[in-house]
C-alpha cells in the first residue's frame, strides 16, 4: 500500500462524513413529509455514489498513467473502499449484534451509541432507511428491539464499495462510462497552449 492510499483513504471517510451530515440534515428537515424525505434519501445516496465512483476513477486513471499497478492492480480500488468502510462496517455489526444478544430488557439502550455512530457514517442513506424504517426515532435509538432495522446500515456500505471498486478498475482500464454512451467529454482548459 502506498503511502497517498492511506490519505485517499482518510479523504474517503472525510467525504462520507461530510455527505453523512448534510443527508441527516435534509432528512431531518424533511422529517414530517415521507415522499420528500424518501425523495431526499435518494437524491443523497445518488449523489455519494457518484461522487464515490467519480473519485475512484480519477484514483484509477491515475494509477494507470503513472503505470503504479498498487497491491492489487485493477482491483485495489476494491480494497482501499473497503478499508475505507471499515468503521461504518464495524459500527453497524456491533448495532446489529445489541438485539441478539439482549434478549432480556432492551437491548436498543445498550447499543444507542453505536446505532447514533450509525446514522453519523451513513446519513447519505438516512431518508430511505428512515422511510423504510420509520419506527427509528429522531435520536437514532430504535424504538423496538429489533435486529432487521441496524441491519440496514451493515447493508449500505454495499453501494459505496461497488461504486469505488467499478469506477476504480474501469479508470485503470481508462474505460469512460460516458463515453461508452455516447457523450463525448472536454478535456479541462488549463490555458495552457
Known amino acids: 500500500m502506498l503511502k497517498s492510499d492511506i490519505g485517499f483513504i482518510l479523504k474517503t471517510l472525510l467525504f462520507q462524513i461530510v455527505l453523512s451530515i448534510f443527508g441527516n440534515m435534509m432528512a431531518l428537515g424533511t422529517l414530517s413529509y415521507d415522499p420528500l424525505m424518501f425523495a431526499g434519501g435518494i437524491i443523497m445516496a445518488g ?5 464515490v465512483y467519480s473519485m475512484y476513477w480519477k484514483k484509477g486513471a491515475e494509477r494507470c498513467i503513472n503505470k ?17 468502510s471499515v468503521p461504518t462496517i464495524i459500527m453497524a455489526t456491533v448495532a446489529c449484534s445489541g438485539p441478539l444478544v439482549y434478549t432480556d430488557g432492551n437491548p436498543t439502550s445498550k447499543f444507542a451509541v453505536f446505532q447514533i455512530m450509525c446514522l453519523a457514517l451513513t446519513g447519505q442513506y438516512r431518508g430511505i432507511i428512515q422511510v ?12 423496538t428491539p429489533n435486529a432487521i432495522q441496524p441491519l440496514a446500515y451493515l447493508f449500505s456500505v454495499i453501494p ?15 474505460i469512460s462510462i460516458l463515453k461508452l454512451l455516447g457523450i463525448n ?3 479541462a482548459n488549463n490555458g495552457d497552449r
Open 68 to 84: 503504479e499497478a498498487g497491491l492489487l492492480g485493477a482491483f485495489n480500488g476494491l480494497l482501499l473502499i473497503l478499508i475505507a
Open 185 to 187: 467529454i472536454k478535456p
Open 160 to 174: 459505496a464499495i461497488v461504486a469505488g471498486g467499478t469506477g476504480y478498475y474501469l479508470g485503470f482500464r481508462d
Open 132 to 143: 423504510i424504517y420509520p419506527n427509528i426515532l429522531i435520536e437514532g435509538i430504535s424504538s
Open 47 to 51: 449523489l455519494y455514489i457518484y461522487l
